[in-house]
């Protein structure tokens, strides 16, 4: 896909920065659900993380990454939330009196072209729920892939590198920093055994 075609779908994301403001309102704590590299760089202070599982979304390496995984002429991928089945991750309290601030340098880190659509999930964890943001992709936007066959995914994995490293690299951190909290998932662990196999891990 061209980048001017990928340029075609940007979408300012101020719009919606502002609209997750409002809906947070600035009277409590913001929590923020991470479930693949806001786990193992969050770049923001958290007051508290806790595990959560929410339902109804799903862990899935099916975004296309033109920039940090990947180039314009050879996407990478990185995981995206997507609708179906439910996820384990883990959600961060970031005090109300830091949160305009820590929201908007979390806004310029992966908002930077509107890609995600944020929204607001209800999150279940050991101390209660709580309600999170979490930014989730949509199956309508370009950015997804969909399932991927596996010749294709080894060709990403092999051969998808961009500015912040290859997709290789982003999948392993991934899967060792949910191992660090104890999360199991199978997709993951699946696409790991294939890198394996053909010798890329």
């Not at 929410?54 to 990185?78: C, D, F, I, K, Y």
């Not at 209800?122 to 969909?146: E, I, K, M, N, W």
Request: aromatic residues 8%; contains cysteine.
């Amino acid at each position: 896909m061209s980048s001017n075609y990928a340029t075609l779908h940007l979408r300012d994301p101020q719009p919606m920065l502002a609209q997750a403001l409002r809906t947070w309102g600035g009277q409590h704590d913001l929590w923020v659900f991470g479930y693949a590299s806001l786990i193992w760089r969050p770049e923001f202070e958290a007051a508290e993380q806790r595990g959560a599982v929410v339902h109804g979304w799903h862990r899935a390496l099916q975004m296309r990454s033109r920039v940090n995984r990947g180039t314009p002429e050879r996407p990478g991928l990185v995981f995206a939330l997507v609708r179906g089945g439910s996820c384990r991750g883990m959600v961060y309290r970031i005090e109300r009196q830091r949160a305009g601030a820590e929201l908007e340098r979390l806004w310029t880190r992966e908002m930077p072209t509107g890609v995600y659509d944020p929204k607001w999930l209800a999150c279940r964890t050991p101390q209660g729920p709580v309600r999170a943001l979490a930014f989730t992709l949509g199956r309508d936007s370009p950015a997804h892939t969909g399932p991927l066959p596996d010749a294709q995914m080894l060709e990403v994995l092999r051969f998808a590198t961009g500015r912040f490293g290859s997709t290789l690299d982003y999948l392993l951190e991934t899967a060792a920093s949910l191992r660090r909290c104890g999360i199991r998932d199978r997709d993951i662990e699946r696409l790991i055994a294939l890198a394996r196999h053909h010798g890329l891990a």
